[in-house]
Antibody, heavy 118, light 107 residues
Framework: QVQLVQSGAEVKKPGASVKVSCKAS????????MHWARQAPGQGLEWLGR????????NYAQKFQGRVTMTRDTSISTAYLELSSLRSDDTAVYYC???????????WGQGTLVTVSS | DIQMTQSPSSLSASVGDRVTITCRAS??????LGWYQQKPGQAPKRLIY???RLQSGVPSRFSGSGSGTEFSLTISSLQPEDFATYYC?????????FGQGTRLEIK
């Protein structure tokens, strides 16, 4: 079955960077875009961007341009999200999503809580 | 960016009720829309894709309709496990955007 397993919770200081991983199994990792979204506490969902695992090409939401980097290691079917220059309002649960189910955001990781606090 | 306006923002209903949630896009998105259910502490789960196609494993009491700018999610007979928050998502045009969510509560 399709699974996306994310890395554990992180606590970072303002100005630092965080890197979240997302390991895929149960489908062809390189065949489907990997998307990332986040959800601040008690808030709605916000799209950060997507990556083509085959080519490594990325599309980022304009709001995060210059601070976000999406990469992958196809040998271990793992995608990465790095967010730099962290601020307190970056505190959120970060999700990866991908899979062969048609459309986008068909299968989701369990989420990674990133807390930014001094 | 395409704005997705979801209504209502919250809804109280009883087990067995029929409920409908709507999403309006600020411009036409064909049928590039999905519906998601999120329970507290969990990742969202896709219910509907391509506006009206039921995700595998999702109960048939969930249905989606619409095209262009107006979309709806209907739950034909609410079950206790359906009380959750629901989101729409458009992927016709980037950036992908979500509706603000509808919280479905027990009356």
């Amino acid at each position: 079955q399709v699974q996306l397993v994310q890395s554990g919770a992180e606590v970072k200081k303002p100005g630092a960077s965080v890197k979240v991983s997302c390991k895929a199994s149960g489908y062809t990792f390189s065949g489907y875009y990997m998307h990332w979204a986040r959800q601040a506490p008690g808030q709605g969902l916000e799209w950060l961007g997507r990556m083509n695992p085959t080519s490594g090409d990325t599309n980022y939401a304009q709001k995060f341009q210059g601070r976000v980097t999406m990469t992958r290691d196809t040998s271990i079917s793992t995608a990465y999200l790095e967010l730099s220059s962290l601020r307190s309002d970056d505190t959120a649960v970060y999700y990866c999503a991908s899979g062969p189910g048609g459309g986008v955001f068909d299968y989701w990781g369990q989420g990674t809580l990133v807390t930014v606090s001094s | 960016d395409i704005q997705m306006t979801q209504s209502p923002s919250s809804l109280s209903a009883s087990v067995g009720d029929r409920v409908t949630i709507t999403c309006r896009a600020s411009q036409g998105i064909r049928n590039d829309l999905g519906w998601y259910q999120q329970k507290p502490g969990q990742a969202p789960k896709r219910l509907i894709y391509a506006a009206s196609r039921l995700q595998s494993g999702v109960p048939s009491r969930f249905s989606g309709s619409g095209s262009g700018t107006e979309f709806s999610l209907t739950i034909s007979s609410l079950q206790p496990e359906d009380f959750a928050t629901y989101y729409c998502l458009q992927h016709n045009n980037y950036p992908i955007t979500f509706g603000q969510g509808t919280r479905l509560e027990i009356k």
